[in-house]
């Protein structure tokens, strides 16, 4: 009769011990959580970044490709750089090209083609980061082809 209570004490004792380590569970969770989420979205919105910038240094590239050409002109620039940006939905963005009038470049010349975007509208969460109030700026340099 003796080992019979003894088990019975034993089982009961499990018992409380299996419901403190849950409790103790559900208060871990709940104080690491909304770390684990802070870190989480950090993580989406650095890889959101990181893939607008490629983006935006192709269509820098594919811009100034078609900047070289010898009878392109700055809108052609223009089409050719938001056509590019448009896979992602970028779209308020400012183009420059140095010089501002491809006609007058002389053959061999550089010609700059720079894109600036607002990290407002690249972010999925606006304000999340501390550089949400600044702006992305790409360029790309290449030398003017000539017709002769």
């Known amino acids: 009769m003796v080992m019979k209570f003894a088990q019975t004490h034993v089982v009961k004792r499990s018992k409380q011990a299996t419901q403190r380590n849950r409790g103790a569970a559900v208060v871990e969770f709940a104080s690491i959580a909304p770390v ?5 979205f950090g993580l989406i919105e650095i890889g959101r970044v990181t893939m607008v910038r490629q983006t935006a240094t192709h269509a820098s590239r594919e811009g100034a490709r078609v900047a070289i050409r010898p009878l392109s002109t700055t809108q052609d620039v223009v089409g050719k750089v938001n056509q590019e940006l448009a896979v992602l939905d970028i779209i308020a963005t400012t183009i420059e090209t140095v010089p501002s009038a491809l006609h ?9 083609v720079r894109v600036r975007i607002d990290l407002n509208q690249v972010s999925w969460v606006p304000g999340y980061f501390f550089f949400s109030d600044g702006e992305m700026v790409v360029e790309t340099v290449m030398r003017r082809e000539s017709t002769k």
Not at 36 to 40: H, R
Not at 104 to 112: L, M
Request: charged share 15%.
């Open 36 to 40: 684990m989420i802070l870190f989480t």
């Open 104 to 112: 007058d470049t002389e053959p061999g010349a550089n010609v700059t």
